[in-house]
């Protein structure tokens, strides 16, 4: 249920390339679309708390955004202005990190999590999840939970370790070892 | 540690360590301790309290402790929907798993008999309207590990560890470093943990195994052994909500539990999956 969202984003992410080609607007623009993405992302990841989804859709934008979001063709036609950004040439977005702020439905209300993406060569190469909540009952959740589940678990040998003791199962019941040892023997041949 | 205590109770082994000497009579009372719970709730000696309580029932006065574990075994049996309770005894020694240790299933898996209606834990002891092998394993061992630690520390030690054999708990400055240790190889460790004055339990469902798929975690809701999860830790305040914690999340989820007990865990899969609570992430070796 914390699977990081990394998977879904760069799936996503070039159906808004040729909206942000250049300066700051730019930018802005790819913050929505990130923060919008980001936001369906964790509520797909934290189902579990039974959210629902805000739609991601594009949302009629306001402001001086609003012509680069809704006129993605106009942008595509001003190459020239591409150098300013710094980028590889045909590279769509602005290397940096992002951070944004997404929200989400929790039983408790409505939930803000911060979202950092960093972005190379057009490559989401690292997301960070923050949780902000307000409400002390889903920061709780949030900070457990943040935790999640790993690959394979990687074994180290104890005797290479520095370890004062060690936690298992091996040593405990020994009125059942002692049986099944007993057993054993007694099976034996 | 200036000071070690070894001794075997309750089918394992012990070990006390303190900064200050263990005395003579210290050590004779923390024996006594594990001798009285062990006469109380063993279900694998004839002349216990729960043994009497399954050949004929009744009503099994219990020292103070009893209404905290009674508690807990209630807070788990409901936060996991029956999943965790004392009326899986009688299974597990359907199962085999039973006094004379025979290892031998004189039934299926059966979900335990409920717990309303025939099991009546207040805070002077346990009634049952019938008789009924109760087994507070899931629990027990981590009162006992808390009986002892709260002894010493109330007799003036402020440099303690109590150890079962990995359900531990540590009253002292400072933190200790244990390994976690592999649930397919015991020689290993898939992590540490550091332990300052807290508690920490382990359980694992591959050690006690006896026939094909039998072992000694069930979940009382089906009477079957549970081989999703392989093995669990558990951090908490004190060791017998962490050995509870520990058994739950066999057969719950951790955001259920979460919701009543404050507790960080690690948790392994049976296909070698992990997972944790946000502040033991970096626990696990990668």
């Known amino acids: 249920m914390t699977e990081r969202p990394t998977r879904t984003l760069p799936d996503t992410l070039p159906a808004a390339r040729t909206d942000v080609r250049t300066g700051q607007a730019g930018v802005r623009l790819s913050r929505r679309v990130l923060t919008a993405l980001a936001a369906v992302s964790i509520l797909g990841a934290a189902g579990c708390a039974g959210a629902e989804a805000e739609p991601p859709a594009p949302e009629a934008p306001t402001g001086e955004g609003a012509s680069q979001e809704a006129a993605p063709a106009e942008s595509t036609t001003e190459a020239g202005s591409a150098p300013d950004t710094g980028a590889a040439a045909g590279q769509a977005y602005e290397d940096g990190t992002y951070t944004e702020t997404g929200s989400y439905q929790s039983p408790a209300g409505p939930e803000e999590v911060g979202v950092t993406i960093t972005l190379e060569a057009d490559v989401v190469t690292a997301v960070e999840v923050e949780p902000m909540p307000d409400n002390p009952t889903t920061t709780m959740y949030q900070e457990r939970f943040a935790g999640g589940i790993s690959d394979a678990i990687v074994g180290k040998k104890l005797d290479e370790l520095a370890v004062d003791k060690v936690a298992g199962s091996s040593l405990t019941s020994g009125g059942f070892n002692e049986a099944t040892g007993k057993i054993k023997s007694e099976a034996q041949l | ?286």
């Open chain 2, 1 to 286: 540690m200036t000071d070690s205590f070894s001794f075997e109770a309750i089918g394992t082994r012990w070990r006390v360590d303190t900064g200050a000497p263990l005395v003579a009579e210290q050590r004779a009372d923390v024996l006594r301790l594990a001798e009285e719970y062990d006469a109380l709730y063993s279900r694998f000696r004839e002349d216990s309290g729960v043994s009497a309580l399954a050949a004929s029932g009744g009503f099994l006065p219990l020292p103070a402790h009893g209404a905290d574990l009674g508690r807990l075994l209630r807070t788990l049996h409901d936060v996991t929907g029956g999943g965790v309770s004392p009326l899986v005894g009688e299974r597990l020694a359907a199962l085999g798993y039973d006094a004379a240790y025979s290892f031998v299933p004189t039934a299926g898996p059966e979900p335990s008999r409920t717990w309303d209606g025939l099991l009546t834990w207040t805070d002077d002891g346990v009634a049952l309207g019938a008789p009924a092998l109760l087994d507070v394993g899931a629990a027990g061992k981590g009162q006992l590990v808390d009986l002892m630690l709260e002894y010493l520390v109330a007799a003036g030690h402020s440099d303690v560890i109590v150890d079962a054999s990995g359900d531990m708990r540590r009253a002292a400055t400072g933190t200790i470093t244990i390994g976690l240790e592999h649930p397919y190889d015991a020689s290993s460790a898939i992590g540490t943990v550091d332990l300052g004055s807290a508690a920490l339990c382990a359980s694992a469902s591959n050690r006690r195994v006896w026939g094909d798929g039998l072992h000694h975690v069930l979940d009382a809701r089906t009477g079957r052994c549970v081989d999703t999860v392989v093995a669990t830790w558990v951090l908490a305040d004190d060791a017998m909500t962490a050995d509870g914690l520990c058994t739950a999340l066999f057969v719950a989820d951790p955001a259920d539990l979460a919701r009543v007990f404050d507790f960080d865990y690690v948790l392994v899969y049976s296909d070698g999956r992990a997972r944790t609570s946000a502040a033991l992430q970096g626990a696990l070796f990668t």
